[in-house]
């Protein structure tokens, strides 16, 4: 895993001096090597941060160039089948020479072959480059399929020195002397709603996130012209050509053109694909290890990751002090039965707090998904060993795993009837009971009890009370589930420059989700295409990337998305439980009493520390003269919503973590 950067100009003017500082920001992504690559004439250069996965000698250095000099490339990620990919282009080119074994060479190479789609077509893994083309002097830059590793680009300077800049991080672009950092007050809108920041926005003005699938071409004759709205990918922008390589919404209809209906044949399947993914993924020149919370995504990676190997796998996990939130337990009887070598950090609130004036340096922008503190503690206790890490990420999105999922529709078909104003009433009814009351009734109803319990019932009874207040059809009841904010612009101060709107999200724009009728099918593609690269996998890559861990996902291999899309619904969710194929497999290796539980998440107990040791640092942070001073929240609202949470009369903590955390991130820049 690397950090890559680069600068296309009108002029090479202190391009080292530039290249130097990208590195140096982004020398947790690869502390092993560095270099540069540069083209004055063409006013263009590439930097390269290397975290050496394959191929430990000079012979995978980046920049690297193409055998025939005239592509170049930095690249960061991991091509899983690139031995695969060498052997047919053996059968094609005889007389090709390898110089090493890196899978860049061999992207390269395939490139060179088939040109850059085809290749891309026969790669699995994940990754983000940019490539010159000297001969035709054009500059691609692309993405993998789901959107794995990163990829931030845009225009900075004046009309007469303009610059094209692209980076695996903000802060690298930031490096640039002509960066201006003007905060984007649609962006800001989209963070408060969905606690991160969806591409192809970022949080700057002109800086963007290239979406995934997509690549991105440029030649000179339009460098100085960046595109006159958002850029997005199918869409034709002045200057600027983005196209979408791999389009999801298309493999998601030809899959389901092909559904397997035969529920052997699907566990067969579906079991056999993901060994392979986690064979393919298991390869590395450093050592490897996995991620165990305990729950059903990642015991299975770690069962069938363990079923083909000789030696136990290393194990990593991580334990807390409040035993609401501590699902080390589980994670350490999983290991046992399977025999791992099994690694538990045990983590003091302390530690956890420790965390929190890092957040806005690994992020880069705001984000406020909280399960970001513990992803990174596991990361770092996870590096003190290997270097390579799979995680069970994305099984939640390929085989319905959200409570959502489960009795989204369901609740809707029962609240449709009544009047909105009723259902206002019920709705704050239901976000009026204080915590106690709520978690006393369900404790008296044994809702967390149950193999398919709830837990922290009082957090998601406030949550739903919230939504019913404003739903008024299904699509907009999943809009409000994975909103924070309902109406973003009500806590924001406009200065009244000019009219803001909440520019609309891929929730809205997704033309395929209108045309699945499924409700729980509809949700999970808008969960992959939304929540999924820019929440979860933006989570794991800056937690691990900021220790110099690569982290690695079996379920986003292509071929087992592609699989799971092929699955009817009732091989997913059954006896209102999600994963039903995914429960069934893992029961081969793990007895059924070590797994069922109700899900809980990867969470902490923010909420509390608001009230106790994180109140001074938030009180601080939600200051109402600081708040008016900078221009971005209307105090009145923060405030209301602070003094409401210390009060106990609500459980605001996304709600504030947001606000925090953005406050954080602005004292950090």
Request: glycine content about 4%.
């Given at each position: 895993?690397?950090?890559?950067?680069?600068?296309?100009?009108?002029?090479?003017y202190?391009?080292?001096?530039?290249?130097?500082?990208?590195?140096?920001?982004?020398?947790?992504?690869?502390?092993?090597?560095?270099?540069?690559?540069?083209?004055?004439?063409?006013?263009?250069?590439?930097?390269?941060?290397?975290?050496s996965?394959?191929?430990?000698?000079?012979?995978?250095?980046q920049?690297?160039?193409?055998?025939?000099?005239?592509?170049?490339?930095?690249?960061?990620?991991?091509?899983?089948?690139?031995?695969?990919?060498?052997?047919?282009?053996?059968?094609?080119?005889?007389?090709?020479v390898?110089?090493?074994?890196?899978?860049?060479e061999?992207?390269?190479?395939?490139?060179?072959?088939?040109?850059?789609?085809?290749?891309?077509?026969?790669?699995?893994?994940?990754?983000?480059?940019?490539?010159?083309?000297?001969?035709?002097?054009?500059?691609?830059?692309?993405?993998?399929?789901?959107?794995?590793?990163?990829?931030?680009?845009?225009?900075?300077g004046?009309?007469?020195?303009?610059?094209?800049?692209?980076?695996?991080?903000?802060?690298?672009?930031?490096?640039?002397?002509d960066?201006?950092?003007?905060?984007?007050?649609?962006?800001?809108?989209?963070?408060?709603r969905?606690?991160?920041?969806?591409?192809?926005?970022?949080?700057?003005?002109?800086?963007?996130?290239?979406?995934?699938?997509?690549?991105?071409?440029?030649?000179?004759?339009?460098?100085?012209?960046?595109?006159?709205?958002?850029?997005k990918?199918?869409?034709?922008?002045?200057g600027?050509?983005?196209y979408?390589?791999w389009?999801?919404?298309?493999?998601?209809?030809?899959?389901?053109?092909?559904?397997?209906?035969?529920?052997?044949?699907a566990?067969?399947?579906?079991?056999?694909?993901?060994?392979?993914?986690?064979?393919?993924?298991?390869?590395?020149?450093?050592?490897?290890?996995?991620?165990?919370?305990?729950?059903?995504?990642?015991?299975?990676?770690?069962?069938?990751?363990?079923?083909?190997?000789?030696?136990?796998?290393?194990?990593?996990?991580?334990?807390?002090?409040?035993?609401?939130?501590?699902?080390?337990?589980?994670?350490?009887?999983?290991?046992?039965?399977?025999?791992?070598?099994?690694?538990?950090?045990?983590?003091?609130?302390?530690?956890?707090?420790?965390?929190?004036?890092?957040?806005?340096?690994?992020?880069?922008?705001?984000?406020?998904d909280?399960?970001?503190?513990?992803?990174?503690?596991?990361?770092?206790?996870?590096r003190?060993?290997?270097?390579?890490?799979?995680?069970?990420?994305?099984?939640?999105?390929?085989?319905?795993?959200?409570?959502?999922?489960?009795?989204?529709?369901?609740?809707?078909?029962?609240?449709?009837?009544?009047?909105?104003?009723?259902?206002?009433?019920?709705?704050?009814?239901?976000?009026?009971?204080?915590?106690?009351?709520?978690?006393?009734?369900?404790?008296?109803?044994?809702?967390?009890?149950?193999?398919?319990?709830?837990?922290?019932?009082?957090?998601?009874?406030?949550?739903?009370?919230?939504?019913?207040?404003?739903?008024?059809?299904?699509?907009?009841m999943?809009?409000?589930?994975?909103?924070?904010w309902?109406?973003?612009?009500?806590v924001?101060?406009?200065?009244?420059?000019?009219?803001?709107?909440?520019p609309?999200?891929?929730?809205?724009?997704?033309?395929?989700?209108?045309?699945i009728?499924?409700?729980?099918?509809?949700?999970?593609?808008?969960?992959?295409?939304?929540?999924?690269?820019?929440?979860?996998?933006?989570?794991?890559?800056?937690?691990?990337?900021?220790?110099?861990?690569?982290?690695?996902?079996?379920?986003?291999?292509?071929?087992?998305?592609?699989?799971a899309?092929?699955?009817?619904?009732?091989?997913?969710?059954?006896?209102?439980?999600?994963k039903?194929?995914?429960?069934?497999?893992?029961?081969?290796y793990?007895?059924?009493?070590?797994?069922?539980?109700?899900?809980?998440?990867?969470?902490?107990?923010?909420?509390?520390?608001?009230?106790?040791?994180l109140?001074?640092?938030?009180?601080?942070?939600?200051?109402?003269?600081?708040?008016?001073?900078?221009?971005y929240?209307?105090?009145?609202?923060?405030r209301?919503?602070?003094?409401?949470?210390?009060?106990?009369?609500?459980?605001?903590?996304?709600?504030?973590?947001?606000?925090?955390?953005?406050?954080?991130?602005?004292?950090?820049?």
């Amino acid at each position: 895993m690397c950090g890559i950067a680069g600068i296309y100009a009108s002029s090479y003017y202190k391009h080292d001096e530039i290249l130097n500082k990208m590195i140096e920001v982004m020398n947790h992504r690869g502390p092993d090597a560095n270099g540069s690559w540069s083209d004055p004439k063409n006013n263009l250069s590439f930097c390269h941060t290397r975290l050496s996965i394959l191929d430990l000698s000079p012979a995978g250095s980046q920049p690297m160039t193409s055998k025939n000099n005239n592509l170049v490339i930095t690249f960061n990620g991991e091509i899983y089948n690139h031995m695969d990919i060498r052997s047919e282009l053996k059968k094609e080119q005889n007389d090709i020479v390898w110089q090493g074994h890196s899978d860049t060479e061999t992207l390269l190479a395939a490139i060179q072959h088939w040109g850059i789609e085809h290749a891309l077509n026969m790669c699995v893994g994940m990754f983000a480059f940019a490539l010159w083309d000297k001969k035709n002097k054009k500059l691609t830059i692309a993405r993998d399929r789901f959107g794995e590793k990163p990829l931030y680009y845009g225009w900075i300077g004046s009309k007469h020195n303009k610059s094209f800049i692209f980076a695996s991080e903000l802060k690298a672009i930031k490096e640039h002397p002509d960066f201006n950092a003007i905060i984007s007050k649609e962006s800001l809108a989209q963070y408060l709603r969905f606690l991160y920041v969806p591409a192809p926005r970022s949080i700057y003005r002109n800086i963007y996130k290239l979406e995934p699938g997509s690549m991105l071409t440029l030649t000179k004759d339009h460098l100085f012209e960046p595109p006159d709205n958002i850029p997005k990918a199918g869409i034709k922008h002045r200057g600027v050509d983005i196209y979408q390589w791999w389009n999801i919404e298309e493999k998601i209809k030809k899959s389901s053109q092909k559904i397997i209906l035969s529920e052997k044949e699907a566990l067969h399947k579906t079991e056999k694909t993901l060994i392979n993914a986690i064979q393919l993924q298991s390869i590395a020149d450093v050592p490897l290890g996995a991620f165990l919370s305990g729950g059903i995504d990642s015991s299975l990676i770690v069962a069938l990751m363990q079923s083909i190997r000789s030696n136990p796998v290393s194990t990593y996990t991580i334990g807390f002090e409040e035993a609401d939130f501590d699902e080390s337990v589980f994670a350490k009887k999983v290991a046992k039965h399977l025999g791992t070598d099994h690694n538990e950090m045990r983590v003091t609130s302390s530690m956890a707090m420790d965390v929190i004036p890092k957040l806005p340096e690994l992020y880069d922008e705001p984000f406020a998904d909280s399960s970001q503190i513990p992803t990174h503690l596991v990361c770092k206790a996870a590096r003190q060993d290997v270097t390579v890490a799979l995680s069970g990420d994305a099984g939640d999105e390929l085989f319905a795993g959200y409570n959502r999922y489960l009795w989204g529709d369901r609740v809707w078909e029962i609240i449709k009837w009544i009047p909105m104003p009723m259902r206002q009433i019920i709705g704050k009814l239901m976000t009026s009971l204080p915590e106690s009351s709520l978690n006393n009734i369900g404790s008296y109803l044994r809702l967390d009890q149950k193999d398919d319990g709830i837990n922290r019932l009082s957090e998601k009874i406030y949550k739903l009370g919230d939504k019913l207040k404003t739903v008024s059809d299904v699509d907009s009841m999943y809009k409000s589930l994975v909103s924070e904010w309902a109406n973003p612009l009500e806590v924001m101060l406009n200065d009244n420059s000019y009219k803001l709107e909440e520019p609309l999200s891929k929730l809205e724009e997704s033309l395929l989700s209108k045309s699945i009728e499924n409700v729980p099918s509809r949700m999970m593609l808008l969960d992959t295409i939304t929540y999924l690269p820019d929440d979860i996998l933006c989570k794991v890559d800056r937690a691990a990337m900021g220790c110099s861990l690569e982290t690695r996902v079996p379920f986003l291999d292509h071929r087992v998305a592609t699989t799971a899309w092929q699955l009817p619904n009732n091989m997913k969710i059954r006896n209102n439980k999600g994963k039903w194929i995914l429960r069934e497999i893992l029961y081969k290796y793990v007895p059924r009493d070590l797994i069922e539980r109700p899900k809980s998440g990867f969470a902490l107990p923010i909420s509390n520390w608001l009230r106790g040791p994180l109140r001074s640092w938030a009180e601080e942070l939600l200051d109402e003269h600081r708040l008016l001073e900078e221009g971005y929240f209307n105090a009145d609202v923060v405030r209301k919503v602070w003094l409401e949470h210390l009060e106990r009369k609500k459980d605001n903590v996304h709600k504030l973590w947001s606000i925090l955390m953005f406050q954080s991130w602005l004292d950090n820049q």
